[in-house]
């Protein structure tokens, strides 16, 4: 309607203009007298029988389009099925992984503490052999200061 006409008095807020001869079939959108019309101009006969419990569509219709999405839900249903399946299965891959990883690295931990224990040991045995060897270790100060300066020329 344009601005400043006079509205149509058979057309109310409430309701449309009727679509031809299914004027007497209720449809409450333009879209819904689109579809019967359709109907009706494919000379689709439609009896009371065949017309669901508000008379908008046909039940072979809606049972087609039922089909149709029970069939969408259950390849939907299917997919994800699988895709779960196979998030699990990743996860339960990843878990065994890091399980065996922990495991590879605790032992790895304890062979080097065991290594740090050993290498311990030794320099406290060789400490002692050293402080043992001191009193009897005769060395002359010029062989002294080589070992102190190993890449300077002994000067004999």
Known sequence: MMPGQIPDPLVTAGSLPSVGPLAG???????????????????TVLSPLMLNRHAKRPFD??????????ERKKRRREKNKVAAARCRNRKKERTDFLQKESERLEMLNSDLKSQIEELKSERQQLIVMLNLHRPTCIVRTDSVKSDEHPLEPRED
């Open 25 to 43: 079939f209720p449809a409450t959108t333009l879209t819904e007298q689109l579809k019967l019309a359709e109907l009706y101009r494919l000379g």
């Open 61 to 70: 219709a809606i049972k087609s389009e039922d089909d149709d999405d029970d």
